[in-house]
């Protein structure tokens, strides 16, 4: 996911009624998503026909509501991590070995080695 993804992908997250969203059963083909005390009806989640799982719809939507925010601000923080492990690799320093001056990896620098191999 690039940036402009996961923005744009917030943006829709903000924009829905807030969360938690539940789903419960609301006609014989149709689970209802709900949100609160269950007065406000967020949508219909009809069953697929091939769906072991009758509710599984349902069900998905009212757990992406919570689960997409919370992957998103993981993607953005692991997306950081690894900005700052490629500039270690560059040469300016090792997380590993930074106390090491003359070279930016020791000798024996599993993480060094794990990188560069292919």
Same mark, same amino acid.
């Given at each position: 996911?690039?940036?402009?993804?996961?923005?744009?992908?917030?943006? +829709?997250?903000?924009?829905?009624?807030?969360?938690?969203?539940?789903?419960?059963?609301?006609?014989?083909?149709?689970?209802? +998503?709900?949100?609160?005390?269950?007065?406000?009806?967020?949508?219909?989640?009809?069953?697929?026909?091939?769906? *072991?799982?009758?509710?599984?719809?349902?069900?998905?939507?009212?757990?992406?509501?919570?689960? #997409?925010? *919370?992957?998103?601000?993981?993607?953005?923080?692991? *997306?950081?991590? #690894? *900005?700052?492990?490629?500039?270690?690799?560059?040469? +300016?320093?090792?997380?590993?070995?930074?106390?090491?001056?003359?070279?930016?990896?020791?000798?024996?620098?599993?993480?060094?080695?794990? +990188?560069?191999?292919?």
């Amino acid at each position: 996911m690039n940036q402009q993804e996961i923005d744009e992908s917030k943006a +829709i997250c903000e924009a829905a009624t807030p969360g938690p969203w539940y789903s419960e059963p609301y006609t014989e083909r149709a689970d209802g +998503i709900w949100h609160g005390d269950g007065m406000a009806c967020i949508g219909l989640a009809y069953y697929g026909v091939e769906q *072991k799982t009758p509710q599984a719809n349902g069900i998905f939507i009212a757990h992406a509501r919570t689960a #997409l925010p *919370k992957a998103l601000d993981e993607i953005e923080k692991l *997306k950081g991590l #690894l *900005k700052r492990l490629e500039h270690c690799f560059a040469g +300016i320093c090792c997380p590993m070995c930074y106390e090491h001056e003359d070279d930016p990896h020791m000798e024996d620098c599993e993480l060094a080695e794990a +990188i560069h191999q292919e």
